[in-house]
């Protein structure tokens, strides 16, 4: 983005929903590939116009700068970083990010859900 490279990490490498996720946002020069002083970062995270998450972080003193975000939802997402120092807008960008559906879940939700329906038809019987 113009002079600045966004390095934006996020862990683990396949996404799931209802597991959490890792980001790590940094803000590098193209040129020395050295880190930018920032204060803060505002992210944003949406679906379809849909806000999950809106809110600024604070630059950490040491280590990365980063937040854990469970996505409820399959699908994809897009999200949106703006770097600030001292109220003035360094780099923003947006990207697509991809949510697959966390299969493992779904297979647990359906047997807790036959299970009550099994405990309920004894029960109304």
């Known amino acids: 983005v113009g002079e600045y490279l966004v390095d934006i990490g996020y862990s683990p490498e396949t996404v799931y929903t209802n597991s959490q996720t890792?980001?790590?946002?940094?803000?590098?020069?193209?040129?020395?590939?050295?880190s930018v002083t920032f204060d803060?970062?505002?992210?944003?995270?949406e679906k379809t116009?849909?806000?999950?998450?809106?809110?600024?972080?604070?630059?950490?003193?040491?280590?990365?700068?980063?937040?854990?975000?469970?996505?409820?939802?399959?699908g994809t997402y897009e999200i949106f970083v703006r770097f600030s120092s001292e109220g003035n807008t360094l780099a923003e960008t947006s990207f697509d990010f991809v949510v697959e559906q966390n299969t493992e879940?779904?297979?647990k939700s359906t047997s807790i859900?036959?299970?009550?329906?099994?405990?309920?038809?004894?029960?109304?019987?």
């Open 113 to 125: 859900l036959e299970t009550i329906r099994a405990i309920l038809r004894g029960w109304w019987r």
């Open 22 to 34: 890792r980001f790590d946002l940094n803000l590098l020069t193209i040129a020395e590939n050295q």
């Open 49 to 74: 116009g849909q806000v999950f998450f809106a809110g600024g972080l604070s630059k950490q003193r040491f280590g990365n700068t980063g937040f854990l975000f469970t996505f409820p939802e399959a």
């Open 40 to 45: 803060d970062i505002w992210v944003l995270v």
């Open 105 to 107: 879940q779904l297979t």
